[in-house]
């Protein structure tokens, strides 16, 4: 089987940091995925982990330790429109499966 | 324009009935998938479908089915339709072979379904 976990709530200030954490236990590790999903709308591709290590793109980077089955989403410069939720996802075989979601507000 | 549409956006229905929600892509995929998203439960799988011939039950099958029509279109059927089965249905596309092999999921804007 398979079981994510991710905070629930986080609160943040425009123009700071935050990182979002992700821990998985799963069989047939093929990848991590972070998805964001503003209210009421589609998710949408943000980054792809398969190997250790720091993928950074623009203002967000994710990171992956599959020895840990842990994965985070940073993201910097906050601005109001990243208030959205943020789905971790791991494929395992040819599905994903996704965590409930961290619903993240940015205050000013 | 969208590459991954479904339709209705909104659909509000009576227990028993039998609905169709349908899902079109223009990107060229071979792999679809249908999800549900509830509230604090995330996205779980119902079916997906790899190529035209290819039918694959998902977490959740139980009460639903799907037929892909053609490699654009794929449909999710509800054949009496129960309360619980009231959530935000999505429609996904991946293609293994591009992406550098990511297979990476686009999702459809999504049907809001009410089954009262």
């Known amino acids: 089987g398979q079981n994510i976990d991710q905070p629930t709530e986080m609160t943040a200030t425009e123009g700071a940091i935050v990182q979002i954490n992700c821990t998985y236990q799963t069989s047939g590790f093929n990848g991590l995925f972070w998805y964001q999903q503003h209210a009421g709308e589609a998710p949408t591709f943000l980054s792809y982990?398969?190997?250790?290590g720091l993928e950074e793109k623009g203002r967000f980077s994710s990171f992956l330790s599959r020895s840990k089955g842990y994965s985070y989403l940073l993201l910097k410069e906050l601005q109001m429109k990243d208030s959205a939720s943020y789905l971790c996802?791991?494929?395992?075989?040819?599905?994903?499966?996704f965590g409930a979601g961290t619903i993240l507000r940015v205050k000013s | 324009d969208a590459d991954v549409t479904q339709t209705p956006r909104n659909r509000i229905t009576k227990t028993g009935k039998r609905i169709m929600l349908e899902c079109s892509q223009t990107k060229g995929h071979d792999r679809m998938y249908w999800y549900r998203q509830d509230p604090g439960l995330g996205l779980r799988l119902i079916y997906y479908?790899?190529?035209?011939?290819?039918?694959n039950k998902g977490e959740i099958s139980d009460g639903y089915s799907v037929s892909r029509q053609a490699q654009a279109k794929f449909s999710l059927s509800l054949e009496s339709a129960i309360p619980n089965q009231t959530a935000l249905y999505f429609c996904?596309?991946?293609?293994?072979?591009?992406?550098?092999?990511?297979?990476?999921?686009?999702f459809g804007p999504g049907t809001r379904l009410t089954v009262l």
């Open positions: 996904a596309t991946s293609d293994p072979t591009s992406g550098h092999g990511t297979d990476t999921q686009y």
């Open positions: 982990n398969v190997l250790d």
């Open positions: 479908s790899f190529d035209v011939k290819d039918i």
């Open positions: 996802a791991v494929k395992e075989g040819n599905k994903l499966v």
